[in-house]
């Protein structure tokens, strides 16, 4: 079982017209609801409200097939974060966080021990962010590092965080981390004045096996001990970009978790890091064609598979 930690949260989306609709997001939400669709046994260990939004939240979880039972759920209201999509589908977010649901994961409502099911944790987004959750999940990866598959995917929220208390807990959070998943602005943000790959490789450095960069239109790229490889992204008409990260990183896992490579020390041939970033590529590419945090299930992905 892979857990995924963080925040779940409603998204304000434009219509188009003026107006907004409600979607249910946040990057570990999205990635457990990809990673369980793609067929991975997984948990979301978070924090839900008991409001309508926090049980829409719960419910699509459930019905994608992600297990609730390490998440609470308090009386907190669901936080919101309003998204503006710009012409190319490109999304920024304003986030409305003050006393709601997903910030409030504190220390007591992480187990004490995790079960031997659980192969691996994903942790990122606000969940490195807004406190205590923040504090909360370093210290689990601290505490898990070397056990299990521990994977990052930072994806910064710029507006958002307090520059250096966060830059540093990200460092801190990459050292105990088995995979970091980033996307090129992330790392541009992280490591002013380097390239994506002189990034990945100093990433490396600090002890992590491996490094995955996205660059949207442009593919993927992954240094993994002595392999640097960069592959292209499948051709599709983008309606926009929202959760196509958090697919990428799902499907990422879930072809480590079909091909038996969940391990703390994980190394992958280099034919395998290619097709495990293909894979991932498409899952993003197939999430961009359709609007709104809505990754593909595993049949869409089959489907598209050489046979």
Not at 53 to 71: E, I, N, P, T, Y
Not at 206 to 232: C, E, K, P, Q, Y
Not at 237 to 266: E, Q
Request: charged share 20%; net charge negative; glycine share 10%.
């Amino acid at each position: 079982m892979i857990v995924v930690c963080g925040e779940a949260l409603i998204d304000m989306i434009p219509n188009g017209d003026g107006t907004r609709r409600a979607a249910p997001g946040g990057g570990p939400f999205n990635t457990a609801r990809a990673l369980a669709r793609l067929g991975v046994p997984t948990a979301f260990l978070g924090r839900l409200s008991e409001d309508v939004f926090g049980r829409q939240l719960a419910s699509l979880l459930v019905s994608d097939g992600a297990s609730l039972k390490l998440a609470s759920v308090g009386p907190e209201s669901t936080t919101i974060a309003v998204a503006d999509v710009d012409s190319e589908g490109f999304a920024e977010y304003q986030f409305f966080v003050e006393g709601t649901s997903a910030p409030n994961l504190i220390p007591e409502m992480v187990p004490e021990e995790l079960g031997p099911e659980v192969s691996a944790l994903h942790v990122g987004t606000l969940g490195l962010v807004l406190e205590p959750m923040a504090s909360t999940l370093v210290d689990l990866m601290s505490r898990e590092y070397g056990k299990r598959l521990v994977m990052l995917d930072p994806n910064i929220r710029v507006g958002l965080v307090a520059d250096t208390e966060y830059r540093d807990r990200l460092q801190t959070a990459i050292s105990q981390s088995t995979i970091v998943k980033a996307s090129h602005a992330d790392l541009a943000w992280l490591y002013p004045g380097l390239d994506h790959q002189e990034t990945a490789v100093r990433i490396l450095s600090a002890g992590v096996s491996l490094v995955v960069v996205t660059l949207g239109a442009d593919g993927a790229f992954g240094a993994h001990r002595d392999a640097r490889m960069t592959v292209a992204a499948p051709h599709v008409d983008v309606v926009d970009t929202i959760g196509a990260g958090d697919a990428f990183g799902a499907a990422l896992l879930a072809w480590l978790h079909d091909h038996g490579a969940i391990r703390p020390d994980l190394h992958l041939e280099p034919d395998e890091l290619k097709a495990a970033l293909d894979f991932a590529c498409l899952a993003g590419a197939l999430t961009c064609a359709r609007a709104g945090a809505d990754p593909p299930w595993k049949w869409e992905m089959e489907a598209r598979q050489p046979s």
